[in-house]
């Protein structure tokens, strides 16, 4: 079984490593049926060098087979220009499966390749929906998902959504969240790491001092002028009282200087930018904060692991179960008033419990490759009668 593997932005890595790391354990146990040989197509859509490398090592992923180098671009330019530069992959490759992961322009570019084609595909993180369709993410879900053969869901509500459109009940594979695979393989070596002392955030007795973390790149906020400095006034607020450590996207270093926000970041000293961490380094930052402020939808299912309380600015979310849990709560609206009222209920709130999600196990990429394995299986049998 010949599997080709896309990733397109960072935060696919930490979903495909640990599915690699299934196959490659798969073939090598004396229960194996089938052999399988993996290509990893890297489409280059967010590309930074010394941080791809940086993610390919720690996650300990194979460097990419094939590099498109696409590289950054409007939606649309960047949806075709994958599809024109992954067909021919296609053609050459011939696999018998392409799973994508995720949500990104790659996601649905290579799925659309691979279909015209008539080669099936899989896609990992299906079902989820946030219900709001003027976010390109939203619209990628859902087609992605309109076309697949066979849909890998974190969550039963993922598996609920996928059957309100009428998704078969035999492409719904309820697995769990292959993040979490990552996250929990790689949390105690990211908690080895000297992160807090570098960055100066370890008291006296070498204990974390309490700090919030903060990851902004949705155009909803960082493209709004007038959003992105009410959300700047509540940070600055709260970098009164603890430092806000604020790893910065590309996108909102733009933002920051094309809307002459810099000047009221530099006044407020509480507010540390950051150039992107590697992966560890992250969730060593992440799993010690005393709060969390994001609109990223993989640091909310991560912070509910982290029993880390997050607040996401945005109206609505694709992770409805880290609600469910109550690990995570929405702020609806940009204005500074209201992050700064949602932050301080969390502070009043007792701790977040330790919660679980139903499967968030660490054995969700093992589930995809049994289903998987047995899909490729059963083509194989001849037609009954």
């Given at each position: 079984?010949?599997?080709?593997?896309?990733?397109?932005?960072?935060?696919?890595?930490?979903?495909?490593?640990?599915?690699?790391?299934?196959?490659?354990?798969?073939?090598?146990?004396?229960?194996?049926?089938?052999?399988?040989?993996?290509?990893?197509?890297?489409?280059?859509?967010?590309?930074?060098?010394?941080?791809?490398?940086?993610?390919?090592?720690?996650?300990?992923?194979?460097?990419?087979?094939?590099?498109?180098?696409?590289?950054?671009?409007?939606?649309?330019?960047?949806?075709?220009?994958?599809?024109?530069?992954?067909?021919?992959?296609?053609?050459?490759?011939?696999?018998?499966?392409v799973l994508v992961v995720g949500d990104v322009n790659?996601?649905?570019?290579?799925?659309?390749?691979?279909?015209?084609?008539?080669?099936?595909?899989?896609?990992?993180?299906?079902?989820?929906?946030?219900?709001?369709?003027?976010?390109?993410?939203?619209?990628?879900?859902?087609?992605?998902?309109?076309?697949?053969?066979?849909?890998?869901?974190?969550?039963?509500?993922?598996?609920?959504?996928?059957?309100?459109?009428?998704?078969?009940?035999?492409?719904?594979?309820?697995?769990?969240?292959?993040?979490?695979?990552?996250?929990?393989?790689?949390?105690?070596?990211?908690?080895?790491?000297?992160?807090?002392?570098?960055?100066?955030?370890?008291?006296?007795?070498?204990?974390?001092?309490?700090?919030?973390?903060?990851?902004?790149?949705?155009?909803?906020?960082?493209?709004?002028?007038?959003?992105?400095?009410?959300?700047?006034?509540?940070?600055?607020?709260?970098?009164?009282?603890?430092?806000?450590?604020?790893?910065?996207?590309?996108?909102?270093?733009?933002?920051?200087?094309?809307?002459?926000?810099?000047?009221?970041?530099?006044?407020?000293?509480?507010?540390?930018?950051?150039?992107?961490?590697?992966?560890?380094?992250?969730?060593?930052?992440?799993?010690?904060?005393?709060?969390?402020?994001?609109?990223?939808?993989?640091?909310?299912?991560?912070?509910?692991?982290?029993?880390?309380?997050?607040?996401?600015?945005?109206?609505?979310t694709e992770r409805p179960i880290t609600i469910e849990?109550?690990?995570?709560?929405?702020?609806?609206?940009?204005?500074?008033?209201?992050?700064?009222?949602?932050?301080?209920?969390?502070?009043?709130?007792?701790?977040?419990?330790?919660?679980?999600?139903?499967?968030?196990?660490?054995?969700?990429?093992?589930?995809?490759?049994?289903?998987?394995?047995?899909?490729?299986?059963?083509?194989?049998?001849?037609?009954?009668?």
């Amino acid at each position: 079984m010949k599997i080709l593997h896309v990733v397109g932005a960072r935060p696919n890595f930490m979903k495909v490593a640990p599915i690699i790391d299934a196959f490659d354990a798969y073939a090598g146990s004396p229960e194996a049926e089938v052999e399988v040989r993996q290509v990893l197509v890297h489409t280059g859509q967010h590309y930074d060098r010394a941080m791809s490398e940086l993610f390919f090592e720690q996650l300990g992923m194979p460097k990419p087979d094939i590099n498109l180098s696409i590289g950054s671009g409007p939606h649309g330019w960047q949806t075709g220009r994958i599809m024109e530069a992954f067909e021919p992959v296609l053609l050459e490759q011939r696999p018998d499966l392409v799973l994508v992961v995720g949500d990104v322009n790659s996601t649905l570019a290579c799925a659309i390749d691979a279909k015209k084609l008539g080669i099936p595909v899989a896609h990992v993180e299906a079902g989820l929906r946030s219900g709001d369709r003027s976010m390109p993410e939203e619209i990628n879900r859902l087609a992605t998902d309109a076309i697949s053969d066979l849909l890998f869901a974190t969550d039963r509500i993922a598996c609920e959504a996928l059957r309100r459109e009428g998704v078969p009940e035999e492409r719904i594979h309820f697995v769990g969240n292959v993040m979490i695979d990552s996250l929990l393989k790689h949390r105690d070596q990211a908690l080895r790491q000297p992160t807090l002392r570098q960055l100066g955030l370890l008291g006296p007795e070498g204990k974390p001092q309490p700090y919030a973390v903060v990851t902004l790149h949705r155009p909803s906020n960082v493209d709004d002028p007038d959003a992105l400095r009410e959300i700047v006034a509540a940070l600055a607020l709260l970098g009164r009282e603890m430092p806000v450590m604020f790893p910065v996207h590309p996108r909102s270093r733009g933002r920051f200087r094309e809307f002459g926000l810099q000047p009221l970041l530099a006044e407020h000293g509480g507010i540390r930018l950051l150039e992107p961490l590697g992966y560890l380094d992250f969730v060593n930052l992440m799993a010690n904060a005393s709060l969390i402020l994001t609109d990223s939808g993989g640091v909310q299912e991560e912070s509910t692991i982290l029993r880390v309380p997050c607040l996401t600015l945005r109206p609505n979310t694709e992770r409805p179960i880290t609600i469910e849990q109550g690990t995570n709560r929405l702020v609806p609206s940009s204005r500074c008033a209201d992050i700064v009222a949602a932050v301080r209920e969390v502070q009043q709130a007792t701790a977040v419990r330790e919660v679980q999600p139903e499967l968030w196990d660490g054995r969700a990429a093992e589930r995809i490759v049994r289903a998987l394995v047995n899909w490729f299986l059963r083509q194989r049998l001849p037609p009954a009668g």
